[in-house]
C-alpha cells in the first residue's frame, strides 16, 4: 500500500510514500492564469496528466494507493470569492483522485500538525521537519515555497498512521 498525501490549494503539493515512509516522489500543485478575471488556478489538464503517471508509479510497484487530504476550508477574513477560489481548487483535487478510483481520507490541519509537533508552529517548521525525515532528498524541500512540498509529504506520513496498515 502507497500513500498520496495532498495538500490542496493554489500553494500546495501532492506526495507519495510507501508504507515504510520512504519518499516516492513530490509534485507541486499545478497552476496556470486564470482565463477570466485575475489570479492562478489549478491546472485540472496538467493535474489530470499528473495523476496518470502517479498512478502508473503505483502500478509498476504493484501496489495500491490511498490518499490523506488536508481537511481545509476558507478563513474567516477570506472574500467570498477567494473561499469559492479554494473551493474549486479541492473540488479539483477530489475529482482527479476519484477518477483513478482513489480512496480518501480527510485530517484536519490540528489533527495532522499535533501528530508532527508543528500546532502553531510556522510552514517553516514543516519545511526543516520534512528535510531530516527524508535527509537524502532534502533538496525537495530546501526553497522556502517548498512548504507545501514538505506539508503533503507530512501529511502523507500522518495517513498511513491514520490508516492503521502502517503500524507494526
Known amino acids: 500500500m502507497m500513500m498520496l498525501g495532498v495538500d490542496p490549494g493554489l500553494s500546495g503539493a501532492?506526495?507519495?510514500?510507501?508504507?515504510?515512509?520512504?519518499?516516492?516522489?513530490?509534485?507541486?500543485?499545478?497552476?496556470?492564469?486564470?482565463?477570466?478575471?485575475?489570479?492562478?488556478?489549478?491546472n485540472a489538464y496538467i493535474l489530470a496528466d499528473l495523476m496518470v503517471d502517479i498512478m502508473q508509479v503505483v502500478k509498476d510497484r504493484g501496489e495500491k494507493v490511498e490518499a490523506t487530504i488536508e481537511q481545509v476550508g476558507p478563513m474567516p477574513r477570506d472574500s467570498r470569492p477567494a473561499a469559492m477560489k479554494f473551493g474549486d481548487s479541492v473540488g479539483v483535487m477530489r475529482g482527479a483522485l476519484g477518477c483513478h478510483y482513489v480512496p480518501m481520507r480527510w485530517a484536519a490541519p490540528g489533527v495532522w500538525k499535533r501528530y508532527h509537533s508543528l500546532l502553531k508552529q510556522p510552514k517553516e517548521a514543516s519545511r526543516m521537519l520534512a528535510m531530516s525525515k527524508w535527509t537524502s532528498q532534502r533538496d525537495l524541500f530546501v526553497r522556502v515555497k517548498d512548504d507545501g512540498r514538505a506539508e503533503a509529504a507530512l501529511i502523507a506520513d500522518f495517513g498511513i498512521n491514520f490508516a492503521g496498515w502502517g503500524q507494526e
Open 14 to 42: 501532492i506526495a507519495l510514500l510507501t508504507q515504510d515512509r520512504q519518499l516516492v516522489g513530490v509534485w507541486d500543485m499545478p497552476k496556470h492564469a486564470k482565463a477570466k478575471g485575475k489570479g492562478n488556478e489549478i
